[in-house]
């Protein structure tokens, strides 16, 4: 795989992740700050304090959760799929092929992945979101 290819697939990748954080994860920690600092002012034992700023820490702790978790699938995606290039590229060798031939497989097969993963980011994105909808996070 190419660096130019690298990069096409490191830029997707941090704009659908950026645009979780920013539009799912920054408001579900907020509104999670803001009913950690309303606890102070409704509870009076220490031990419900730290109940309801407990309660209210378990949204973003579960988001997190689970967009690194998506996060992780799509990495192993990528490198299971970047292993049978590079098996492909043996195969090349291995059946009397040239260095160059198996080099070229390689640029082809890995140029094949990052366009499939790149488009796999869509659902990555749709499947956080259902989840934490799901679950009543957002």
């Not at 702790?61 to 049978?84: C, D, H, K, L, Y």
């Not at 094949?112 to 749709?126: F, H, P, R, S």
């Amino acid at each position: 795989m190419s660096e130019a290819d690298q990069l096409r697939l490191q830029t997707a990748a941090s704009t659908t992740i950026g645009g979780i954080e920013s539009s799912l994860l920054q408001p579900i920690q907020k509104k999670s700050f803001l009913c950690s600092a309303a606890c102070f002012d409704s509870v009076e034992s220490p031990e419900s304090l730290q109940n309801c700023v407990q309660t209210c820490q378990q949204p973003p702790t579960f988001a997190n959760q689970v967009v690194q978790q998506e996060v992780s699938e799509f990495q192993q995606r990528i490198q299971r799929a970047m292993q049978g290039c590079q098996d492909k590229a043996s195969d090349v060798m291995r059946n009397g092929g040239k260095e160059a031939a198996a080099r070229a497989e390689m640029e082809k097969c890995g140029r094949g992945v990052i366009e499939e993963q790149i488009g796999n980011l869509k659902g990555l994105d749709k499947r956080i979101k259902a989840t934490l909808k799901a679950n009543k996070i957002i």
